[in-house]
């Protein structure tokens, strides 16, 4: 079973039925049940056109639900459209979905969310982890975008910074997760930068190819997680870092910064180091500062805490992590995303000779992992000062 293949083609078929007459909701159950249909028949009884075979046996769903509610008995002239059996139009209606998520009437929150979900094919338990929100939570948020969705035309505009963000989400789920979606995400924010002339769309696409770039050397052949300063750097693609420091550089002097133009200009720092020893950290923070600004985030901050530290010394980023402690009411991780906040407490006490706490702040952070790639990474950082205490 392609499951790629799968993935690939729901947004189409999901479109297809929305063109067709169906409300969201019920076009996007329709197209879950013929998933699971292909899952069952596809590896004995392979289609010739798989993206006709999902449209058709999706409408027949989406027309059997209708015809079970007495209420919708009138959408039973539906019946009468049904597309014939034969190749479905080749016409690629992803973008076009990601503005209707979109959609003015719903949160950026729940436009970001409803995507994820119905577009890009992540589980609910997935997005509940990129909003650092409990799942019960985040399935409550998707019920009620898609209920709100329900009877939106097809070709109402949606709002281009949350289909920004979601993009942006789509991509590090692709990145970091066991969904790779890093590709389509690239592939649809060109498209969006080819009809849209907007600083922050190129912002995003450099910043997408310059993380991008990295890619083949972010793992050892063991599949294990290789840290940026550790990275074989003859492995980076270097025309993706071309052309995303190009398209950056176009972006920048347009003197519109935003976000992603931000996050894009400390990766283009990081990729002009030769090596990691030669990065630029002391403009690296500026940077963080100018992001911090932009957008108030927990991650940001603990990034420029990392970021204080290789620029002044640990010392320095401990105390700019304290700060942040101090300055955050909440207990535990003090408001801040875990893992990441014990990682770099233990990498800044690392640096600063403190090798027992940590050691125990990256066996604290293992146990909060998100993905089995990173929890064998902090367990085997654990493990390597525990062993060089023990000599």
Known sequence: MNE???????????????????DFAAAEDAVQDALVEAVRVWPTDPPRDAKGWLVTVAWRRFLDATRADAARRRREDLVDEEPAPGPAPAVD??????????????????????????????????????YLVPEATMAQRISRAKRTVSGVRFDQPGDVATVLRVL???????YSGD??????????????????????????????????????????????????????????????????????????????????????AIAALHADAPTAEETDWVQIVEWYDELARLTDSPVVRLNRAVAVGEADGPRAGLAALAALDDSSPSSSSRGYPMPRHAAVAAYLHERDGDLATAARLYAEAAQKAPNLAERDHLTRQAARLNARRCR
């Open 4 to 22: 790629a293949l799968l993935r690939s083609l729901t947004p189409s078929v999901l479109a297809i039925l929305v063109r067709r007459g169906a």
């Open 93 to 130: 209606d992803t973008l076009q979905l990601y503005f209707l998520c979109a959609h003015p009437s719903l949160t950026p929150s729940s436009a970001v969310a409803l995507t994820l979900r119905a577009v890009g094919g992540l589980t609910t338990r997935q997005i509940a982890q990129a």
């Open 168 to 174: 942006y989400l789509v991509f590090n789920e692709g």
């Open 179 to 264: 969904v790779d979606l890093a590709a389509e995400a690239i592939r649809l924010t060109r498209q969006l930068a080819a009809a849209i002339d907007h600083p922050e769309v190129a912002g995003l696409l450099a910043l997408m190819l310059l993380h991008h770039a990295r890619r083949a050397a972010r793992t050892a052949p063991d599949g294990s997680l290789v840290p940026l300063a550790e990275q074989d750097r003859g492995r980076w693609d270097t025309e993706s870092i071309a052309e995303g420091v190009e398209i950056l550089q176009a972006a920048l002097a347009r003197d519109r910064l935003g976000e992603f133009q931000a996050q894009a």
